[in-house]
């Protein structure tokens, strides 16, 4: 059955320092996903992107974050100077159309020291 | 505003138990709602959503827009069932990007 890959499944990063998510969506997936969830917090969205262009964001999505989707088959999130209060789980989701399942990696857990 | 409430954070109830874990939302207009479900170590995958009125698991959830909840319910609790279940709320119409709003979680343990 496909699935939505996530590397890494553990990331350590110091204050200040640049991060990048990536993950695999589903491949005839349009609509792809960018959710996190603070420890103990509930999952919170992040971003949605479709026809190589961001269609909503959240207000944590700030300047300080940037998605692309650079060779049709990765999809990354970027956090361009963490911050302590960036460690959390982060989760990348695809789904034909909105409306329909949405498909979740794993998770990559961010931890900013 | 969007939002979804699951009151509980945790639902302990012992194997053959009827089960409900409690959703409610605010929204204004037809929302999508869906509950997603995580077992121990796995991703959150999808259990049911209301536009398919199916039977998953044994789990049902019926949409009731006059007190707006969606409320999951199995009539006997099995072991296996004891995971952590969000609620989720995706908004219609054309402008809809697909977002989810979920709910904090309700771990539901059964216990043998």
């Known amino acids: 059955e496909p699935e939505v890959t996530q590397t890494p499944s553990h990331q350590v990063t110091q204050m200040g320092q640049e991060v990048i998510l990536r993950c695999v969506p589903i491949?005839?997936?349009?609509?792809f996903y960018w959710y996190r969830q603070i420890l103990g917090q509930k999952v919170e969205f992040l971003v949605s992107?479709?026809?190589?262009?961001?269609?909503?964001k959240s207000e944590i999505f700030d300047d300080q974050f940037s998605v692309e989707r650079p060779d049709g088959s990765n999809f990354t999130l970027k956090i361009r100077s963490t911050k302590l209060e960036d460690s959390a789980m982060y989760f990348c989701?695809?789904?034909?159309?909105?409306?329909?399942?949405?498909?979740f990696g794993q998770g990559t857990r961010l931890t900013v020291v | 505003a969007q939002r979804v409430t699951q009151p509980e954070k945790l639902l302990s109830v012992f194997k053959g138990a009827p089960v409900e874990l409690k959703c409610n939302y605010s929204?204004?207009?037809?929302?999508?709602l869906f509950w997603y479900v995580q077992y121990s170590r796995q991703r959150l995958q999808l259990l049911l959503r209301?536009?398919s009125r199916e039977s998953i698991k044994g789990f049902t959830a019926d949409l009731n827009k006059g007190e707006t909840s969606f409320h999951l319910k199995k009539p006997f609790a099995q072991e296996e069932d004891s995971a952590m279940y969000y609620c989720?709320?995706?908004?219609?119409?054309?402008?809809?990007?697909?977002?989810?709003?979920f709910g904090q979680g309700t771990t539901l343990q059964v216990k043998p």
């Open positions: 989701a695809s789904r034909i159309y909105p409306g329909t399942e949405a498909f």
């Open positions: 491949s005839n997936h349009l609509y």
């Open positions: 992107f479709y026809n190589n262009e961001i269609s909503e």
């Open positions: 929204y204004s207009g037809s929302p999508e």
């Open positions: 209301h536009i």
């Open positions: 989720a709320l995706e908004g219609a119409g054309s402008s809809n990007t697909g977002k989810l709003i």
